[in-house]
């Protein structure tokens, strides 16, 4: 299983530091997952030019074949203007338009207020759904308050990122199952 | 299974049309199939006065509990105002926050105009969200002029309307798959 | 000025107390304003069932023409499955798509969690700009702890409706001096 | 009065070819209006880091400060993955939350379908609404198949091009008015 976790923003540390946090829970539901963190901050990737996805300079194609080969994709992205981030637009724009088909996402949202609650259904799921990727509904929304100190966060969020992980796992399997079961009444 | 469809419509005959037509599909992919339509515009149903959805009238009830009790649901919706008709709205509120929960849902919309494609997006989805379901991401369009004469519909909306069943179908499967296996790892 | 504040739900008191409450600031800064108030709870209006809206009974009639008739609107509405009730969806799928084209509209949103702030964005006002309302962009968002006791509210909500009532003033009057600037420019 | 034209493709030239329409046609009804066209495409800006937009290198700053300090601007955008680009996102993430607080909005779309109408409502004027802009509801959403060789866009968008520059030049007069008349009512 292909895993890869986005953090979308290039400005500050708390996108990054929840999507770290989830792979600490990830991991301990399932030690031996793969699991690869593309940080949007270290990237410096370009704006997209229209170009073919695969004609981009060598590391960018790198990274976006990591998003488009993966079975499973969280993104991680703070609130910025009532929406997501510039980057992490981009780097939609950045994709093929079915990128995400039969790909497996989730959405890890990290907030100043609980009054952008809803811009993950209100910006963030339409263009996953335009992406044709299966969308994992129930999100984690972090507020900075729920953010301690350095490196931690409360416990809720870890029991909430710890269910995010575990429907990722078990929608995945899902698929996987489904897509034998096609392929047998196909008689592939 | 238990499969019910829900005209969500008090005016005019295309959703109900359109419904009609997902059950004649449907049934020729698994023709032991019970699917049950529930149609607003037959119902009268009265408006969610904030009652538990138990306590209102008797033949009320037995249409919310069909929804409640239900595995896959697909609401059919025309566009009124931009959005889901008031009748549709209504329909939900009568219904408990959790009413869908695990419950896969499917979308049909008739329109008059292309320009409303994303109201399903915008106004429906994120109401299914809220109530837990699981939701088909991909669903189906139909124009005012898809539909021809009397109780036809154009070739490809049929086959939209087929992908749009073995979607729901698959979807349900594994998630009855999934709950197998949640089961067993919980000891249940 | 023709002045309608509509209060949407048919169920609690929080929606009709926070417009009774809008009614009241209101006149403190225009005491000579006519102000109506339409109930939803009260007036008990049937579904639409798609006629022309003068072809409902009187009293429906009656109370649609104020609407249409209003120089402001201002909607009152709880949130009820993350959206506006299906009481307030029917009561703008009662008046006609232009019913609003020229009115000035305002929204006051009650509701239990600041979590659905953005309801009114994604869901309301689509509408109103379907509609052809002229939207003043600023709502009013009054949680359930906002409330205090029976009749009051608390003081940094009055200072809200307070500024709701100014914009919707000074809207409507930059408004007409638009019609008549254009009235001049054509000719009429 | 200080208009400015925000062109916010990075890709293509129909945004830019849109806007310099209705520059053209701004001009037809105002021939002493100074337009400035700020074209995202030609500035390769950088990603917004966090920085106060007053501190970014000086021509980046030159550019924020002519959307700050504008009395128009018009935001015209294609559709990239069912939303706007990460260029024009990431620029509305470069400037402060309240730069446009008072300013009149408009909106231009330039799309290969008509299904993504409803992207305006849903992604770009919440955040409009967010930075406080006075938004002019009526957007035009123009087709591939409305231009015509390389200068040219059919006559109908011409003609709504028209509309939205009369309801920017109109809405501003207003806005203004109304400011004189607050800041009589306040005694400055």
């Not at 990054?16 to 699991?35: F, M, N, Y």
């Not at 939609?92 to 100043?112: C, K, N, S």
Request: proline share 3%.
């Amino acid at each position: 299983m292909n895993i890869v976790f986005v953090s979308g923003s290039v400005v500050g540390t708390k996108t990054r530091r929840a999507i770290t946090e989830l792979k600490k829970v990830w991991l301990k539901q399932d030690a031996a997952a793969q699991i690869e963190i593309i940080d949007l901050k270290a990237l410096k990737l370009p704006f997209c030019d229209g170009r073919h996805f695969l004609d981009y300079e060598e590391d960018v194609v790198a990274t976006l074949k990591k998003v488009v080969e993966a079975d499973v994709v969280v993104f991680g992205t703070p609130v910025f203007q009532a929406s997501i981030p510039g980057s992490l637009k981009n780097f939609f724009d950045l994709l093929p338009q079915d990128a995400l088909r039969e790909t497996v996402t989730g959405i890890v949202v990290t907030a100043g207020s609980s009054k952008h609650y809803l811009m993950a259904e209100q910006h963030l799921k339409p263009i996953l759904s335009y992406m044709k990727a299966v969308v994992v509904s129930t999100y984690v929304y972090i507020l900075a308050e729920d953010f301690v100190g350095n490196d931690l966060v409360k416990d809720d969020v870890d029991l909430r990122l710890a269910r995010l992980a575990e429907d990722l796992i078990f929608t995945t399997e899902a698929k996987r199952y489904i897509q034998k079961k096609q392929e047998e009444a196909y008689g592939f």
